[in-house]
Nanobody, 124 residues
Framework: HVQLVESGGGSVQPGGSLRLSCVAS?????MAWFRQAQGKEREGVAA????????YYADSVKGRFTTSQDNSKNTLFLQMNNLQPEDTAIYYC?????????????????????WGQGTQVTVS
């Protein structure tokens, strides 16, 4: 079982930036960021796979969000630039291991059985 702890959320004005961090208790083959706005379905934002070529991004954040890893510290980051009010949501870190990472789309929830508690991002 992998435990995940997110941090870095907060309130910013439109056009501002935030950097989220997710510290995992163990290494994971795949990790991702999701978000859920009030009254809306959960949305996959970005995903990284060990050995993968490049991270995967939702169209809604391409060019504004960047995810990266510090494998030595089992930490996943999400740099969010040019934030807009529609980015307001609770952001979750998720992780998966082994074959589970290939059981669904990389920005779907299925590959990720482990989830953090979430961190609020508010843009207004």
């Amino acid at each position: 079982h992998v435990q995940l702890v997110e941090s870095g959320g907060g309130s910013v004005q439109p056009g501002g930036s935030l950097r989220l961090s997710c510290v995992a208790s163990a290494s994971s083959h795949c990790m991702a960021w999701f978000r859920q706005a009030q009254g809306k379905e959960r949305e996959g934002v970005a995903a990284v796979y060990i050995g993968g070529t490049s991270p995967y991004y939702a169209d809604s954040v391409k060019g504004r969000f960047t995810t990266s890893q510090d494998n030595s510290k089992n930490t996943l980051f999400l740099q969010m630039n040019n934030l807009q009010p529609e980015d307001t949501a609770i952001y979750y870190c998720a992780a998966g291991s082994g074959f589970q990472c290939y059981t669904g789309g990389k920005l779907s929830a299925r590959p990720y059985p482990y989830w953090g508690q979430g961190t609020q991002v508010t843009v207004s």
